[in-house]
């Protein structure tokens, strides 16, 4: 039992140290609400499926005006979605959305959770996601997050019965399901030997009034919040707050503005004691821990004597409240209130607590030199006793009296153990699954990020209390325009190997150069790079040597890669032999001003694919709409791909080109098309071959998106395997250059297809027909019309993600929409 206590100890501070994100400097009216949040022990936890999917109005409200504990239980990361700031998908794309997540809770004060579950993709209904995701697995990460965090009361963003995304239902079965397990000492007992069970006291669904207006719901149960109010000492209304904090999903393009006055949330009770307020017949006060009458006093007292001039006079009674808390049994909330109560004292007194190295990036094995400084802005005593680092650095002892507003600084050295993990994020360190990532390590499970690599704790003694503060050590330069840059220091393998390209695609027996980058890690690297394939395919040269002096210093080796004579597909991988060990990790990454820079080292390695294919035509304009990667998809089997402006959008300039392509959602993101369409329709009226993608069916920029009546919908096809059928076997799409059979549908990633057509005009032939499992045909996935002397094609089907992923039937489909009319 000692063990478990002292594990649940470290987790618990760990915990806390982590949801602070980083460290902040809190303004006056910041200070006097966080001292007014020391009387409120009460939690609240949101749940719901993706990134962007939380309500950051309640969120802000609860953080900020109840001064609760509030946290946002996000199942996935959002990998399936779209990228509409950079060229990043998948696992890319959800460090990014989860980065995005972690800005939102820095703004709106809450704090962040996941699952292992991952976003696949769109889904019709829980049954499909649950047939995905390993349901147990996800049902055992919310009961780790309840038992985790231990909220009060839970609220969800969707209901349990349907009418949403299947991710959506999915996380509110997960969550009512999770409220009745998280109590239960015979569910997930592995759990318990790091937390006790802990069962909420209620669930709500944050419903709206779409849903009731119409008498569709029973409203008894209903409980109304006005979230809209204004806090004086932030100078925002929780809305305000609210919209910056969703405007940081950037990805998504969910740029917000602020609004004022009233706001109303509706919530619908599901389970335990109704009141009229959500927290009505909870205790969120002192009262609730036996023994804390004490700490109450301090922490009143405190209250009493703050001044926005004179900050520091509120540490004496908060080292009391310190002391006085050592004597309450209950271990979570004591280290919750000591976290708050440390982070005070620090903002109260000016401590700035600094650890700077020297360089953003290290290799396993370097020595490392960092800074420590350390400023007192109060005339409060105290004194730098230690700096404790890694169970591998003996503690740093400095005994150093910090006087007012005059700088400590020290300089340290230590070497990096070979054993260290590089900073790649844990979820991806190993090989997940559809649906799921893979994460054993029960610690790790659903914290939002990986800790710092290295992390000092700096214990301050205060006259004779001594506090320890967690302080991540980064690096800190000076940027000519941006003033001073931080960002997270990143430890990694001595060299790594990128590869050009996600996918190289061979649409016959022509070889294909591909360049591989050797990267330093560390200086005075010398060693031999090379690539493994699959049987069948040739690499040229077998290898090269490479000699680099400087860290980050690059070599660049061209290898030439020959396909085999028939289909086939595989992966190709680079090494790199250093002092006889190998390594196979490439260098990634991510830099957005409104994140932290994110560092990858994954595997080394591009998918090759031999298709069997035939082409015509050659020169292709390319019109880029929400951004995708098909330009370099085509340019990969032999089409010259021109990306075409707006001034270049006339019938006769466009003659030049045996096809026009569309990029996915041009009409959605692209004002000009709104007039240039009659000159594209021009074109194909001319003879021309125009290729529009798929558009959503809302935020058009015309409704003239063909030149005979088509009307889009929300229809689609979710289920990558759903069967689909040739409708038009003679139609030249589906026999020239390439005859489609079947086949081609085999082992598409993520979906068919999205926003087809519902209604268009007899001039269309409909090719091809599929629908997800219990639905109706839809046949609006892929249309034909001749128009004048030429052909315009329409498609929802996915071939944005099917191309990049190197799908071999998609190359084949895709050559011969290129191909009609020739």
């Known amino acids: 039992m000692k063990t478990r206590a002292l594990i649940s100890y470290v987790l618990i501070a760990l915990f806390i140290h982590c949801s602070a994100q980083q460290s902040k400097v809190y303004k006056p009216g910041e200070i006097r609400q966080k001292l007014e949040k020391l009387n409120v022990l009460g939690s609240v936890l949101y749940v719901a499926a993706h990134p962007d999917d939380e309500n950051t109005r309640l969120i802000a409200y609860y953080a900020n005006e109840e001064l609760m504990r509030t946290a946002y239980l996000s199942a996935t990361r959002g990998d399936g979605g779209q990228n509409l700031i950079g060229p990043q998908i998948r696992e890319e794309l959800g460090l990014i959305r989860t980065q995005e997540l972690l800005a939102a809770r820095r703004t709106d004060g809450g704090q962040q959770f996941f699952s292992r579950a991952n976003d696949f993709g769109y889904s019709k209904n829980p049954d499909e996601t649950f047939n995905i995701w390993d349901r147990e697995k996800v049902l055992s990460d919310f009961v780790w997050a309840f038992r985790k965090f231990r909220p009060d009361i839970i609220i969800t963003r969707f209901s349990d019965t349907g009418r949403s995304h299947g991710h959506h239902t999915a996380s509110a079965i997960l969550a009512r399901e999770a409220f009745k397990l998280s109590g239960d000492k015979n569910a997930y007992p592995e759990q318990l030997d790091y937390f006790d069970p802990w069962q909420p006291k209620k669930i709500f669904w944050n419903t709206g009034w779409w849903w009731f207006r119409n008498g569709e719901m029973d409203t008894t149960k209903l409980v109304t919040l006005d979230v809209g109010g204004y806090n004086a000492l932030l100078g925002e209304s929780y809305t305000e707050i609210a919209a910056r904090s969703r405007s940081m999903h950037k990805s998504q393009g969910f740029g917000s503005s602020g609004s004022r006055g009233e706001q109303v949330e509706y919530l619908q009770q599901w389970e335990g004691e109704e009141g009229k307020v959500p927290f009505e017949g909870i205790n969120t006060s002192w009262d609730r821990i036996k023994g804390s009458k004490e700490v109450k006093f301090y922490i009143d007292k405190a209250i009493s004597l703050y001044d926005e001039t004179k900050p520091s006079t509120i540490i004496e009674p908060l080292l009391g409240a310190r002391k006085a808390l050592e004597k309450i049994g209950d271990t979570f909330w004591r280290e919750i209130k000591q976290q708050e109560i440390d982070d005070l004292i ?125 302080v991540p050590v980064r690096f800190r330069r000076t940027d000519p325009v941006e003033g001073e840059v931080v960002e997270p220091i990143t430890i990694g393998p001595p060299v790594m190997v990128n590869i050009s390209g996600g996918v190289l695609v061979f649409g016959d027996n022509t070889s294909k150069s591909v360049d591989v980058r050797v990267i330093a890690g560390r200086k005075n690297l010398n060693g031999r790079v090379s690539l493994n394939a699959p049987e069948g395919w040739i690499i040229e040269p077998a290898s090269y040597d490479f000699d680099l002096e400087i860290k980050r210093e690059e070599q660049v080796f061209t290898f030439k890669i020959t396909p085999p004579s028939n289909a086939s597909e595989g992966f190709v991988s680079a090494e790199a032999m250093v002092d006889g060990k190998s390594y196979s990790k490439g260098l990634s990454v991510i830099d957005y001003d409104h994140i932290p820079k994110q560092t990858l080292y994954p595997d080394s390695k591009v998918k090759v694919v031999r298709v069997d294919l035939k082409k015509k035509g050659n020169n292709i304009g390319y019109i880029e709409g929400a951004g995708d990667a098909i330009p370099d998809n085509l340019e990969q089997i032999g089409f010259v791909v021109t990306k075409l402006e707006k001034d270049e959008i006339s019938a006769q300039n466009l003659k030049q080109y045996d096809a026009i392509i569309l990029g996915i959602r041009a009409f959605n993101t692209v004002d000009w098309l709104s007039y240039k369409n009659k000159d594209l329709f021009e074109y194909v009226k001319q003879g021309g071959n125009l290729i529009i993608q798929y558009n959503t069916s809302h935020r058009l920029v015309t409704q003239e998106i063909a030149p005979y009546d088509l009307k889009l919908s929300r229809d689609r096809v979710a289920v990558e395997q759903a069967p689909v059928e040739i409708l038009a076997f003679d139609h030249p799409v589906m026999n020239s250059p390439n005859r489609i059979t079947n086949e081609d549908f085999d082992n598409w990633v993520q979906e068919r297809g999205l926003y087809f057509p519902s209604e268009w005009s007899d001039e269309f032939t409909p090719i091809l027909k599929s629908n997800d499992p219990g639905e109706s045909p839809k046949t609006g996935g892929l249309l034909v019309a001749k128009y004048g002397e030429g052909y315009y094609v329409y498609s929802g089907y996915s071939w944005f993600r099917e191309l990049p992923a190197g799908v071999p039937g998609a190359y084949r489909i895709f050559v011969n929409l290129i191909s009609l009319g020739k």
Do not use: C
């Open 346 to 470: 620090q903002a109260a007194s000016g401590l700035y607590l600094s650890l700077t190295s020297s360089a953003p990036s290290y290799a396993v094995g370097d020595s490392i030199t960092i800074s420590f400084e350390a400023v007192n802005r109060s005339n409060i005593e105290m004194e730098i006793e230690q700096i404790k680092f890694e169970e591998w650095v003996n503690p740093v002892s400095l005994k150093a009296p910090l006087l007012n507003n005059k700088p400590f600084t020290s300089e340290m050295n230590f070497q990096l153990p070979a054993g260290m993990e590089y900073s790649h994020p844990y979820w991806l360190r190993q090989g997940g699954q559809l649906g799921m990532y893979t994460v054993n390590d029960q610690v790790q499970v659903g914290k939002p990020e990986n800790d710092p690599a290295i992390t000092g704790n700096v214990i301050v003694n205060f006259s004779g209390e001594r506090v320890e503060y967690k």
